[in-house]
């Protein structure tokens, strides 16, 4: 948990100083265009990845069940097996208030 922050990808984009500077010591282009481009990154997020699946009807649910009898001993047994093929994932929602991206750098407090 918590490997896609931007610090482990070698630049910071929330502010001017840190390790944003290293790539652009080393005079590539490519790196150089990245780190400005995220010099006016917002710090808001407004996207996240749903965490549903839609199954074969069309049904959409964080996980799915079907009934499947066991006969054990002469005597019928229902039981729930969980079913983890043919899910499609739901795919990335658009949030209805925009949070505060985590690697923000500003302690936030009310006075």
Wanted: net charge positive; aromatic share 10%.
């Amino acid at each position: 948990m918590g490997g896609s922050s931007s610090k482990s990808k070698g630049y910071w984009p929330f502010g001017g100083s840190g390790s944003g500077d290293e790539p652009t010591k080393e005079g590539n282009e490519q790196s150089l265009a990245r780190v400005r481009s995220f010099r006016n990154a917002t710090p808001f997020v407004f996207t996240r990845r749903g965490s549903m699946f839609f199954d074969e009807d069309g049904d959409l649910a964080h996980e799915f069940y079907e009934e499947t009898v066991v006969t054990k001993n002469g005597r019928k047994k229902v039981k729930l097996k969980r079913i983890q093929k043919n899910l499609i994932p739901q795919g990335i929602i658009k949030l209805d208030h925009p949070c505060i991206h985590v690697d923000f750098p500003v302690v936030i407090c009310e006075v």
